[in-house]
């Protein structure tokens, strides 16, 4: 729609590139494009206090005083499992964590690996645009160095 209507490449851009937020086609969910060109272009685009990094942080904060445990700073090796339910997580250091739950965050080959089983049919995997998005405040309008 855009490149119909829309002939110049670098303003084709400027209505485009939300295509990266949503992870899907533009021709897949266009209520999705919509309200990102609307909101970014009517509304403004607004930040937490704090910047971005304040986000994760709060999430952490309320994940802790639910009373998630977080250990940073090593890799699984190993998921312990009682039948179907993962019971405690091995690192590679060689501390055992028992568990209720456990958040695999891992790339999928890797979380086949620590399951410990691969799907008799692998599925056909679609590729969807991502992008990672620096928000970076400047003290001075030029950069130096």
Known sequence: MVKRHI?????????TFQS???GVAPQDALAAY????Y?????????????????PDALAAAAACAGVQFHY??????LERDGARIT???????????????????????TYRLLGRTPRRLRRLQAAPSAVVVHAGCRSATITG
């Open 7 to 15: 002939t110049d490449p670098r303003l084709r851009r400027v209505f």
């Open 88 to 110: 405690a997580v091995r690192a590679d250091k060689g501390e055992r964590i028992a568990c209720d739950a456990v958040v695999l965050t891992t790339e999928l080959p890797t």
């Open 39 to 55: 909101m970014d272009t009517i509304s403004g685009v607004f930040f937490p206090r704090g910047g971005v990094r304040a986000l």
């Open 73 to 78: 700073g090593s890799q699984v090796s190993e």
């Open 20 to 22: 990266l937020y949503a």
């Open 34 to 37: 919509a309200v990102i060109a």
